[in-house]
């Protein structure tokens, strides 16, 4: 409270030892540490700058204040804002850092104005690429830079420019107050790895708020924090992968940001640039040059969450809608011709070549032997290929024990996968389905008892597979038995 009474007010002049002059003209944050205020220089009033102000810091925390200004005011990037000036004010006990004001609005505010509150993949891309540069800019620094808050709020769409420019950067931000806990945070929750509640920071920690942007700015949802996630219940990570609550997220794409956002600082990408490169590398470069040539930062501040039609428009649907309705049923009137002739010759045609009744769609051929062998078409890309096998374990919760288990001989062709189980006591097929998104489910019959084990998970980085698995009666309810399970691939 009493470093929120010593804000200084809008009108307020500060005086710099150089003999410089700023006026508040508003202010732009505040906290328990200082405040950023919004200033004009007096000997020229064209144009406003950020002065960030820390109070009444200790000898090493001015120290370093004054060391890191003199770094960034030697940093030169167009997605960066200048420093001008680092000075201190011995008789007030403050200190200060001048820099460009960025005019604009963050992403944090326009993702909540998206549907949903979230960006497609490609907008998403073409508004960190700027930042993406800029934070790999800062890595290459000697010594390297951490910017330690990344985040949609940190990230701003000019009013005037084509790029978004990352702000808030500099030691500065380490003695802003988090009013979510009683210590000093060095980031913001969602956004800030575990490394940063104790153990000290590296590049990789702006790998991981990198990570946790792209996340939110996909999905509209902020990741759990990351103490949260190191502390669930079990043992399991809260993080819910992007791919299941953004459809549109490819699970490549999913994959590679919980890669990016791991707990472990050692389990990250080594670097930016390979995060990046990941990411790009499942998004087809049409993708990209579509986006790019129809992407306009201005439309980005501008458009209403909901469009409308004009009426001459319209009439033009509406005339549209009339030409097109005669062609759409005379190509109906051919597609049921059409289905009626395939129909008629299925049935005076010969012994086929699909086995009748088979359910599953394993297309099986019989050989000049007359055995049936089986022919598996190749896995559509849209589907993620599993591996021939994996072992793994599963944790019976009930019983509180592990065991080893086996997926061996595994056939996929699409969506579609078969093979044996091995494990908990059971051994014999199981069928089941894998989505693009990377989510998977098998059932092993359990003939004895009449049961059924149904197992779901998800694909998760490098191939592995995690998830759960209960016990189903014949009328497919739950009876009580329960637990995880996690494998990878066999070599």
């Known amino acids: 409270m009493l470093h929120e009474q010593m804000t200084l007010s809008v009108g307020a002049t500060i005086r710099s030892p150089y003999g410089d002059r700023y006026v508040i003209e508003g202010h732009l944050g505040k906290g328990g540490f200082g405040a950023v205020y919004l200033v004009r220089d007096r000997h020229d009033r064209q144009h406003l700058f950020a002065l960030k102000e820390v109070l009444d810091p200790n ?24 420093v001008y000036k680092v000075f201190a ?4 006990r403050r200190m200060y850092m001048l820099m ?12 909540n104005g998206q549907p949903g509150k979230r960006f497609s993949l490609p907008q998403v891309l073409n508004l960190m690429k700027p930042i993406v540069e800029a934070v790999i800019y800062l890595h290459a620094q000697d010594p390297p830079i951490v910017h330690k808050d990344i985040k949609p709020g940190n990230i701003i769409v000019p009013t005037k420019g084509d790029e978004t420019v990352l ?16 210590v000093i945070r060095h980031g913001s929750p969602g956004y800030a790895a575990l490394e940063q509640y104790g153990s000290g920071t590296t590049p990789r920690t702006d790998i991981y708020g990198l990570g946790a942007t792209m996340y939110a700015l996909l999905t509209g949802v902020i990741p759990p924090d990351a103490i949260t996630r190191a502390t669930g219940s079990r043992g399991l990570d809260t993080l819910e992968p992007a791919h299941l609550i953004a459809p549109g997220v490819p699970w490549a794409v999913a994959m590679a940001l919980e890669h990016a956002m791991s707990i472990s600082s050692d389990d990250r990408f080594a670097t930016v640039e390979e995060f990046w490169q990941e990411l790009n590398a499942h998004v087809p470069q049409q993708v990209h ?33 009339r030409i097109l309705l005669p062609i759409f049923l005379i190509l109906l009137l051919f597609l049921f011709v059409g289905t009626g002739l395939v129909f008629y010759a299925s049935r005076n045609t010969g012994p086929s070549s699909i086995i009748q009744g088979n359910a599953h769609p394993f297309v099986t051929t019989t050989s000049q032997s007359g055995v049936p062998s089986a022919v598996v078409s190749p896995t559509s890309t849209l589907y993620p290929s599993l591996a021939a096998s994996y072992s793994g374990t599963a ?48 059932k092993i019959p359990v003939q004895v008892s009449k049961t059924t084990l149904f197992f779901v998970g998800d694909i998760k980085i490098a191939g592995d597979m995690t998830g759960n698995f209960e016990v189903l009666n014949q009328q497919g309810q739950q009876i009580g038995e329960y637990g995880l399970w996690n494998v990878a691939a066999s070599h």
């Open 100 to 111: 460009d004001h960025i005019q604009g609005t963050n992403l944090e505010t326009l993702r």
């Open 289 to 321: 040059e579509s986006a790019r040539n129809s992407f306009n930062m201005s439309q980005l501040l501008t458009v209403p969450e909901q469009s409308f039609t004009p009426a001459s428009l319209q009439h033009q649907n509406s005339r549209k809608r």
């Open 89 to 92: 004010q011995d008789k007030s």
């Open 167 to 182: 702000v808030d950067f500099g030691s500065a931000k380490e003695y802003m107050e988090d009013k979510t806990t009683s």
């Open 59 to 82: 000898k090493r925390e001015r120290e370093r204040f004054i060391f890191e200004g003199e770094v960034l005011k030697r940093l030169d990037h167009r997605a960066l804002p200048h």
């Open 395 to 442: 944790y019976d919760l009930l019983a509180k024990e592990h065991t080893t288990i086996f997926l061996t001989h595994i056939q996929q062709r699409q969506r579609n996968i078969q093979g044996y189980f091995q494990g908990l006591g059971q051994v014999g097929p199981f069928k089941g389905t894998v989505t693009p998104s990377g989510h998977i489910q098998f």
